[in-house]
């Protein structure tokens, strides 16, 4: 039943529907490698491809054959075993019928598409084989075969039948079904009627609305040519598929024809062509913003964002640097706040002027709307007066940072955090101290800045005027967590104490030459890290320094060396009420879980095997409280930080976004072999809300010099200092 259009596009030269269903052909008969997943991948789909064009008894049609071709070659690309029939008799047409309703019967998926005459006889639908002659109405009971047949057998798949009927065409057919017998009246309209009785879990799905009649088409119908664009789109759900199969018939018809659907489906979802694995966003290396003490809004130099699968890309602020301005679009940003990428693009920082050096990071999460994410990290270093921002080197201030995407397991994961560029080694002064005589790796020198000759000349820079400017520099310190104090020593005053975990090196030791000026000493009392600490360290910091700013989560490790096997009991105060996560990360790489549960208040005492993983040496304790737990079940025993710390930056950044309390901090322990005869306290000393600081009683520093006195380890001065300033001996 189709009115015909022999017109021609004068923009192609191209007889019929506009030539851009010429190129459409072409493409889709090229090979598509379909990424299919799930469902589609896994079970059987079966089809029965009809097109009839060389009628014996009324005028041939155009393009139901080229229309059938087409659909078959496109369902095989989507995992269909296709039978495809061309201008079928009565009897091909029924006996093909039948054996495809036994192989519908065998599969999940069954699909019949039909392209050529139908009629409707008394309100029901009739398809018309290449032989038909129909000369009165009761003709069709014997010449065509009713779509309820049809129906019936594509019901018989286990999931879900669709019947595509591109059959509304103008028919010549109708004119003899309607001539009445003995006085009879027949009610023929042209198109095809209403589908009301649709078998369960099926869809019937028409070219045109009932009674309504279909175009022709030149190379493919109107109808045709839009499923076969839509087959090659990825992720289209059956119920979004068809409806925009009706937009474009729409449009392409100037709103004459109009698809409709009959349907009885539930809701399990059905694709012809899955959505391949989604893929997570990706970011560029970001380079290190620096900016003029005095400068304006400067943009932060960000890489756009990209991503594989071209989904729709948002930008939510996780972390803001702790002094200055960030903008988007001309407002201030706030922390949890998201954008479009687009609109992130136009952000940018103003320093406030409360300072100059590193002011911390930008931290970002990228998010595809689909489950997959990125990280991404702008260190800002505000450039003190005097210095170029373009190209200067503020010592402390960190080297660009490349990213690594977040995803979902069973995904692998590369690093979130490289470990930083090979250190050069610190040069032991006299006053150095030897390492403890234990295993391997065990008891590295602790850095004596104050007196290593530098590895390469100082730059000019201007003196410190303060204590807090001391402490802005110990920021941008790479791997570390340094933090300083006054600390009258020997009765001298403006001495400085350096303390916390250090990566030693040149980074740290040009820090260190930084902050002494003649009228300021330094005494140094930090606990070295190693080198394979920097990722763990990296994803950590800023959010243990937030943490030490409001005085909370307090951990306390025991201080001694601890052998392989034996007990390890470590405590922690101001825990938020909710979860206590302990790790301990070995220098090889490895993810060492020691307690993930919850904990009924807020203190917790954890008593637990020392850790086995890696060679005896230096570990790095992590403690993390939450006041919801991290959403990291079914963790192996040990793992690498490779696939571990992808999964922990993304529940922090997570938890982060949605405001819920986060605590954390970070300590250093020894493991030695099992066969070294140490002697291991039962239980750390009591915590006091002063216990991280070197003035307290119980100091876990003094304990670990009265630990190595009596492991036979001569003192350094600045240990003998402590000693008679705040510990009371």
């Known amino acids: 039943m189709r009115g015909r259009n022999t017109g021609t596009d004068p923009g192609t030269g191209v007889a019929g529907f506009p030539g851009v269903l010429r190129v459409l052909a072409l493409l889709l008969t090229l090979p598509l490698t379909l990424g299919l997943t799930g469902p589609a991948a ?13 009628y014996q008894n009324a005028p041939v049609l155009a393009t139901p054959v080229n229309d059938a071709q087409a659909i078959g070659d496109a369902l095989r690309r989507s995992n269909f075993e296709v039978e495809e029939l061309h201008d079928p008799d009565f009897r091909t047409l029924t006996r093909s019928i039948r054996e495809f309703g036994i192989r519908a019967a065998k ?300 995803v ?76 300083i104090q006054e600390a009258p020593s020997l009765g001298q005053s403006g001495r400085l104490l350096v303390a916390g975990p250090a990566l030693p090196g040149a980074a740290f030791d040009s820090f260190m030459r930084r902050i002494e000026t003649p009228g300021r000493a330094a005494d140094v009392d930090t606990e070295p890290l190693d080198p394979g600490h920097c990722a763990a360290l990296a994803v950590m910091t800023d959010l243990v320094r937030h943490s030490r700013e409001r005085d909370a989560l307090r951990v306390v490790a025991p201080s001694v060396p601890v052998p392989v096997g034996g007990q390890l009991v470590i405590s922690a105060e101001a825990i938020p009420g909710g979860a206590l996560y302990l790790d301990l990360y070995a220098a090889d790489g490895s993810v060492q879980p020691l307690h993930r549960r919850p904990v009924p208040g807020t203190r917790a005492e954890v008593a637990v095997t020392a850790a086995a993983p890696g060679p005896p040496g230096q570990r790095l304790l992590v403690a993390i409280a939450t006041a919801a737990p991290l959403a990291l079940p079914q963790r192996p025993a040990n793992e690498s930080e490779a696939a571990y710390l992808p999964a922990l930056q993304h529940e922090l950044a997570r938890l982060g976004a949605a405001s819920v309390e986060l605590r954390a901090e970070v300590a250093t322990l020894s493991i030695i072999a099992a066969s070294r005869p140490v002697t291991v306290p039962s239980r750390p000393p009591p915590l006091s809300s002063a216990a991280s600081r070197p003035s307290a009683q119980g100091n876990p520093r003094c304990q670990d010099i009265v630990a190595r006195v009596m492991l036979g380890e001569t003192l350094s001065d600045a240990d003998r200092a402590t000693l008679r300033t705040s510990c009371g001996r």
């Open 42 to 54: 896994a079970e059987t789909r079966v089809a029965l491809v009809i097109g009839i064009n060389a």
């Open 408 to 483: 979902q397991a069973p995904v692998a994961q590369a690093p979130v955090a490289q470990a930083p560029a090979a250190q050069a080694p610190v040069t032991p002064s006299p006053t150095a101290q030897a390492p403890l005589p234990s295993g391997p790796g065990q008891g590295a020198a602790k850095p004596a800045a104050a007196t290593a000759a530098p590895a390469s000349p100082t730059p000019s820079l201007p003196a410190l005027s303060s204590l807090a400017e001391a402490r802005t520099l110990a920021l941008g310190v790479p791997c570390a967590l340094i933090d």
């Open 107 to 406: 599969a999940e998926t069954a699909l019949v598409y039909y392209a050529g005459h139908g009629v409707q006889v008394d309100h029901e639908n009739y398809l018309i084989p290449v032989d038909a002659r129909l000369e009165r109405a009761r003709d069709v009971t014997y010449e065509a075969v009713p779509l309820s047949l049809v129906l019936g057998e594509t019901a018989q798949a286990s999931r879900i039948g669709i019947v595509l009927l591109d059959s509304c065409r103008d028919n010549p057919f109708i004119g003899r079904v309607a001539q009445p017998a003995s006085g009879q009246v027949v009610a023929a309209t042209p198109g095809l009627a209403r589908v009301d009785n649709v078998p369960r879990n099926s869809m019937v799905v028409m070219a045109a609305k009932a009674d309504k009649v279909a175009d022709d088409g030149i190379e493919h119908s109107p109808f045709a040519a839009a499923v076969l664009a839509h087959l090659q789109i990825p992720g289209l759900e059956l119920g979004l598929f068809f409806r925009a199969v009706r937009d474009a018939v729409l449009k392409a018809t100037q709103n004459r024809q109009e698809p409709y659907v009959f349907s009885s489906l539930g809701a399990e979802p059905f694709y012809f062509y899955p959505r391949p694995p989604n893929r997570p966003p990706l970011i560029g290396p970001i380079p290190t913003l620096r900016v003029a003490a005095t400068a304006g809004p400067t943009p932060l130099g960000i890489p756009a964002p990209t991503d594989p699968d071209l989904d729709l890309l948002s930008v939510r602020i996780v972390g803001l640097p702790r002094n200055g301005e960030v903008r988007v679009e001309g407002r201030k940003a706030m922390l949890g706040q998201a954008f479009s990428a687009d609109r992130f693009m136009t952000g940018t920082f103003k320093p406030d002027g409360t300072g100059f050096g590193p002011s911390g990071t930008l931290d970002l999460l990228v998010e595809d709307g689909r489950g997959g994410s990125a990280i991404g990290n702008l260190p800002i270093v505000v450039v003190p007066p005097g210095l170029p921002s373009s190209g200067a080197q503020v010592p402390g201030a960190p080297s660009p940072v490349v990213q690594a995407p977040v």
